[in-house]
Structures are given as C-alpha cells and as structure tokens.
C-alpha cells in the first residue's frame, strides 16, 4: 500500500524559532503536495514540489524534495502564532491520477 | 480570490436517513473530488469526477454513495443511507488539470450520523 508518513505527530515551539516537520513515503512520489488547516476546517494550499531536489519558498516557509522523491520537509523560520495549525502533506503516486493519499498531519503549537 | 465553497457547515441526520453535501467549485475548474476525514483520523480521497463522469473512486466510495454535477456550477456528493461510520468532515477539492495540478479545497461539511 502507498503510505505517507509524517513527522513528528505534534510540534510546540517558541515564537520566532525555526521547525521543520518531515513527510516520508514508502514509494517514489510523482508529486508532493502540502497543506494547512485550522482545526475543523478547510485545507490550505501551501505548495507543490514535483522534481527531485526542488525546493519552494512562500514568504517564511520553505519545501524540499529530496532528490529520490521519497521525503519532502518544510521548514518555518522565525514562527509566529499564526502559522500554528496542522501541516498536511499529499501525494500522488503516478502521473495519471488526481488522487491524492494524505499524512496523518503534524499539529504545530506556537508559543507566545 | 476564488474559492470552493460547501453547504451545509453541518448536517446532523438520523442513520438510515439519505444526504446530499453540496459544493460550489472554483469557476473555471473541470475536475471535481470528494475527500472525507474521520474525526482524528486522515484526510481520505473518496471520487473524482470529470465531464460528467466518475475518474476515479476509492474503495470507501461504495453504492451508498453518488455524486452528481446537477447544473453548471453544483457539484454534489449524497449519501442514500447513511451508517454511523459515515460520520465525518467530507471536503470538497476543485483543480483546473487532473495531473500535477493543485487542489483547492472548500471548507468542508461536517456530518454526524446518529
């Protein structure tokens, strides 16, 4: 089965320190996807990686994926209140499918 | 900015009983899908439907369930009868391209089968 693994589960961090949260797959990935969401709501689009060594920045966030295409990090620098909330990654495992398969999340706390 | 929208927020119904959530896509995308999440549990890919047609669907997307483009910006997801494991945030995504292409997603419909 395709199984997408995130690390670590729950994150709690100071205001204006640097985390990193990781997304590993069984598979080689086709494309990499992640997410924000606010508990009990909607998911985010944050960014899309789909070549091996890209990486995307979005203001303080940065994704990587490694050049196997099997792990995929983002990492937020200085964090602030208000990138507190659940990272979501997801994956699509072939170029023919719009489906994609979901980590378990990573619930990042930040404190003031 | 444009944005998937979903009604109701919540939906309270008794097991048995059908449902229909519905979604608003972004204008201008072709491809449609449903997602589910149990509470505490993944976000899981249910259907995806283009042109008036089912791509895609996963194992949970049983005869219980169907979906319908009913008019050219609706796109809806019912239940014919709902069990109480169907309980569970359903999120509508909309894309422009089916294949390496973002999915933007509604803020989801929150079910709870009693």
């Known amino acids: 089965s395709q199984e997408l693994e995130q690390s670590p589960q729950s994150l709690i961090v100071q205001e204006g320190k640097n985390l990193t949260i990781n997304c590993t797959s069984s598979k080689t990935l086709y494309g990499l996807y992640w997410y924000k969401q606010k508990y009990g709501e909607g998911l985010i689009f944050l960014m899309m990686l789909q070549k091996g060594g890209e990486e995307k920045s979005h203001e303080k966030i940065t994704a990587k994926l490694d050049e196997k295409k099997q792990q995929s990090s983002l990492h937020i620098t200085a964090s602030q209140p208000s990138h507190a909330g659940i990272y979501l990654c997801?994956?699509?495992?072939?170029?023919?499918?719009?489906?994609?398969?979901f980590g378990q999340g990573t619930t990042l706390q930040v404190k003031p | 900015e444009p944005e998937v929208t979903q009604t109701p927020s919540h939906q309270v119904t008794q097991m048995g009983q059908e449902v229909i959530l519905r979604c608003v896509p972004i204008?201008?995308?072709?491809?449609f899908y449903w997602y589910r999440q149990i509470l505490g549990q993944k976000v899981e890919f249910l259907v995806s439907?283009?042109?008036?047609?089912?791509?895609?669907k996963s194992e949970i997307f049983d005869d219980q369930f169907s979906v319908e483009r009913p008019d050219g910006s609706n796109f809806t997801l019912k239940i014919r009868s709902t069990k109480l494991e169907d309980s569970a945030m359903y999120f509508c995504?909309?894309?422009?391209?089916?294949?390496?292409?973002?999915?933007?997603f509604g803020p989801g419909t929150r079910l709870l089968v009693l």
């Open positions: 204008s201008n995308h072709l491809y």
């Open positions: 997801g994956a699509a495992y072939s170029g023919n499918t719009g489906k994609l398969i």
């Open positions: 439907f283009y042109n008036n047609e089912i791509s895609e």
């Open positions: 995504a909309s894309s422009r391209e089916y294949y390496q292409e973002t999915q933007y």
